[in-house]
């Protein structure tokens, strides 16, 4: 059976420069999966917003994954067939965790029980977010707006974080660590949106084998990672700390960030070619 590449991609530090926030290194490998109709789907902890002002930079028109597998966003009419949920505006929204406002609420009330050290987007401005993150405002302004999700920093001791996480859990929530913010969340990780897109492409693709070569940097990219056929690890100073053993192969780049990516992407494509 013909193979039907997939491609899924974290950005921080893997697709984007973590300093510049930069593909530019990447516009090579990016270019021959335009040439050749290779889907790029962008699976990251950025928001709507956020991923599709990227999306406009690349040309990109494929399904989109937000907020660490919160949501996967599909242009109305890509798909022959139509996702269960009915489509918003230009998108089909298939959700995967609880609304924002649920998770701010169970960071408060938790935080007022113990005076916990712990603070998030919903907690500062604008100009705050920009500056912890290193964005010029109107990027921190699509970064705040966020629907499933809350990025929070913790600064107190290692038993006042176990109590924090076995409450959320208590209630149904998670914490993921990402690059900069430990991420409260739903129950559901990047894998989620991974498995639902491999779904629908192969049932758009009954013909062919629909391969995900998924790319990330850091453990909140793990479950999208075991949930691909070909994991590509991209060297960062977190990457070390990805142990990946599900795929059917497993690549790990010399080079960081963009130039990794394009690195292994474009060798990957020689191999399908």
């Known amino acids: 059976m013909k193979p039907f590449p997939l ?77 269960q949920e009915p489509p918003g505006d230009d998108y089909e929204l298939e959700r995967f965790g609880a609304p924002r406002q649920t998770i701010v609420r169970e960071i408060r009330r938790l935080r007022s029980e ?43 001791d290692s038993a006042s974080l176990e109590w924090f996480q076995s409450e959320l859990e208590r209630v149904g929530l998670r914490t993921l660590q990402g690059g900069r913010f430990l991420h409260v969340t739903g129950r559901f990780d990047k894998a989620d949106g991974v498995r639902r897109l491999r779904e629908r492409y192969s049932a758009e693709h009954p013909d062919q084998e629909v391969v995900v070569i998924a790319l990330g940097d850091s453990p909140n990219d793990q479950g999208m990672l075991d949930a691909a056929d070909v994991a590509v690890i991209v060297r960062s100073p977190r990457s070390e700390r990805l142990q990946v053993s599900k795929p059917r192969r497993i690549l790990r780049t010399e080079l960081p960030g963009p130039s990794g990516w394009n690195q292994a992407v474009g060798e990957l494509l020689d191999e399908f070619d």
């Open 7 to 83: 491609i899924i991609t974290d950005l921080d530090a893997t697709l984007l420069d973590h300093e510049t926030y930069s593909w530019q290194p990447a516009s090579e490998a990016l270019a021959a999966l335009r040439a050749r109709s290779i889907p790029l789907v962008l699976n990251s902890s950025k928001t709507r917003p956020e991923i599709e002002l990227l999306r406009t930079e690349l040309g990109n028109r494929h399904p989109f994954v937000v907020e660490n597998g919160a949501a996967v966003l599909t242009p109305v009419g890509y798909f022959r067939e139509p996702a």
């Open 114 to 156: 113990r005076d916990l050290a712990v603070e998030g987007f919903s907690d500062w401005t604008v100009a705050q977010i920009a500056e912890r993150t290193g964005l010029p405002l109107e990027s921190a302004a699509r970064a705040a707006d966020r629907c499933c999700s809350e990025p929070t920093v913790f600064s107190g």
